[in-house]
């Protein structure tokens, strides 16, 4: 069985941190990107950090480059998403994203349940 599981959200206070961690299983997770996206409240799904499956390249949305670090480990089969400085403005949903590509043709894709990041003085 397929399963993504997202753990690791909390209430923080502005400029804390939190570590989000999604462990996969049911599938070769070293042959998947692994992304990140989240969803605040009353607003749309917006991509936050992607890690490749190759070379492990990565890349983050404005808002949040400098402050949140994607990282992944096949061994394990775990993506991390460390998040320092954070602010109200991150609070939302936050959920794994695994995608299989041949070229440009999106071949498999798994979401984890999500994990919510709520960040409040």
């Known amino acids: 069985e397929v399963q993504l599981v997202d753990s690791g959200g909390g209430l923080v206070q502005p400029g804390d941190s939190l570590r989000l961690s999604c462990v996969a299983t049911g599938f070769a997770f070293g042959d998947y990107d692994m992304s990140w996206v989240r969803q605040a409240p009353g607003k749309g799904p917006e991509w936050v950090a992607a890690i490749e499956s190759g070379d492990g390249s990565t890349n983050y949305a404005s808002p949040v480059k400098g402050r949140f670090t994607i990282s992944r480990g096949n061994a394990e089969h775990t993506v991390w998403l460390q998040m320092n400085d954070l602010r109200p403005e991150d609070t939302a949903v936050y959920y794994c994203?695994?995608?299989?590509?041949?070229?440009?043709?999106?071949?498999?894709?798994?979401w984890g349940q999500g994990t919510q990041g709520t960040v409040s003085s």
């Open positions: 994203n695994a995608q299989t590509r041949a070229g440009e043709i999106l071949i498999y894709e798994y």
